[in-house]
């Protein structure tokens, strides 16, 4: 047993363990575990990031300045309050790490994105989860749950993995219930697959107060997971102090560049939209007309929940796919054993897992 002392908190943490994407035996295999975009990037970020691969012996701009200055153009934001990271997951950890502590609270909802708990660990906070109604955010037993040792709030909205959603009333009824110095943190990594009309991604509780920051990725509609990146918009006093914190290259040249040829092909970006609006709906039904329970999703993925019954369950479910050479993810690291997420691939691939599916329950 080593003598050096680990800080209160780190040994409890679970982990996090990414979706696989390999099947012992299996040449082709139909990866639909991690929420990754249907049609891959787009060629205008591929292109760029060939381009820059000469250079990459260069320094990255580590104020990421043409990056933020395009994505405040295109959502019609303040440059200056915007924040990059590697991936969404690095300025989780570090408003974390800027605002709690040992002793304090991080809440978040019943089956949240895993990472705000062991974030909270990580730096000797208790995460508390508020029960959800319907597998949906409950914005009461949030507020029930909010003590005087609660620092930050976590809302992934859409939610991963139940891909349901707080409408803006919901959103706003929320952050009106919270005292000023509890931070509000709205992970809005879906946010591009929503067309409700009364969703909002947050930009308009960030610009109203102090105390509400709104995350956001390129890992799900402009599909680059592998580069790592993400933005939050911030109050300004909260930016000054992630870019205090931060890396001072913390975001990669080739995840910059790639970026910004992602967000110029505005034609590829509404492809995928498409496809998805498509495909979500189409895989919802179908596993509901299988008498599966599919809650409705605003983001690129399903919830399928299955019977608790000898051959049907979750478990039996996901080894069935994985026969077939379909990978879809297990849910019961967050709280959910009796369900699977899927993710909408192609056309191909959720023509396959219908037709596995309805092999299971036949």
Known sequence: ??????RPGIAGITPYVGGESALLGRHRVIRLASNEGALGPSPMAVAAFEEMAANMHRYPDGAS??????LAELHGLEAARIVCGAGSDELIALL??????????ILHTE?????????????GATPVAAPERDLTADVDALLERVTGKTRILFLANPNNPTGTYLPASELNRLRAGLREDVLLV?????????????????????EAGDNVVMTRTFSKLYAL???????????????????????PFNVCAPAQVAGLGALRDTAF???????????????TEQARGLGLEVPDSAGNFVLVRFPNAPGRD?????AFLRDRGIIVRRMGPYGLPDALRITVGHEDEMRAVAEALDGLVD
Do not use: K, Q
């Not at 979750?314 to 996901?318: G, K, L, T």
């Open 111 to 123: 089956h949240a994105f895993l990472m705000f708990a062991i974030a909270a660990r990580t730096v």
């Open 1 to 6: 047993m080593s003598p050096l002392a680990v």
């Open 314 to 318: 979750a478990e039996a479910a996901d």
């Open 269 to 283: 970006a509404d492809a995928g939209r498409a496809h998805n609006a498509t495909w979500l709906p189409w895989i």
């Open 225 to 247: 997971g592998g580069l790592r990146l993400g933005w939050a918009y911030c109050p300004p006093d909260v930016a000054d102090v992630l870019n205090r914190m931060r890396n």
């Open 96 to 105: 974390c790490r800027a605002y709690a502590g040992p002793g304090d609270e």
């Open 65 to 70: 300045a043409e990056l933020r200055g395009a």
């Open 186 to 206: 709205v992970d809005a990594a879906y946010a591009e697959y929503v067309s409700h009309d009364d969703y909002t991604p947050g930009v308009d509780l960030v």
